[in-house]
């Protein structure tokens, strides 16, 4: 079982930045891909970054690339988000996730590619 709590959301104005962290317990978190994913009220959850788990396979959604940064730390066992340029668009409740499989190759984009879940971390930015 692995568990994972973010931190680090809060409120920001447009064109600033914020860096979100989860920190995962259990013995497995370095061979598990973690990703990052956000949802809006009445929304899909969708994928944001992901990141395998020895790092050289990152993947990023459209929307966020060039201004969002994820990256990981194994012997802290924390994932990192850094985000830049913020739009209200990104205003979501960003959650934290990890992979069921160990030691995959690629970052996966999609839900059903992660099977734990930390409960959310909001952020907010505004006009």
């Known amino acids: 079982q692995v568990r994972l709590v973010e931190s680090g959301g809060g409120l920001v104005q447009a064109g600033g930045s914020l860096s979100l962290s989860c920190t995962a317990s259990?013995?497995?978190?370095?061979?598990?891909?973690m990703g990052w994913f956000r949802q809006t009220p009445g929304k899909e959850r969708e994928f944001v970054a992901g990141i395998s788990w020895s790092g050289p396979n990152i993947e990023y959604a459209d929307s966020v690339k060039g201004r969002f940064n994820i990256s990981r730390d194994n012997p802290k066992n924390t994932v990192f988000l850094g985000m830049n340029s913020l739009k209200p668009g990104d205003t979501a409740i960003y959650y934290c996730?990890?992979?069921?499989?160990?030691?995959?190759?690629?970052?996966?984009?999609?839900?059903?590619?992660?099977?734990?879940w930390g409960s959310g971390t909001q952020v907010t930015v505004s006009s």
């Open positions: 996730s990890a992979s069921r499989a160990l030691s995959s190759r690629l970052a996966g984009t999609t839900t059903a590619d992660y099977a734990y």
């Open positions: 259990g013995p497995t978190f370095s061979h598990r891909n």
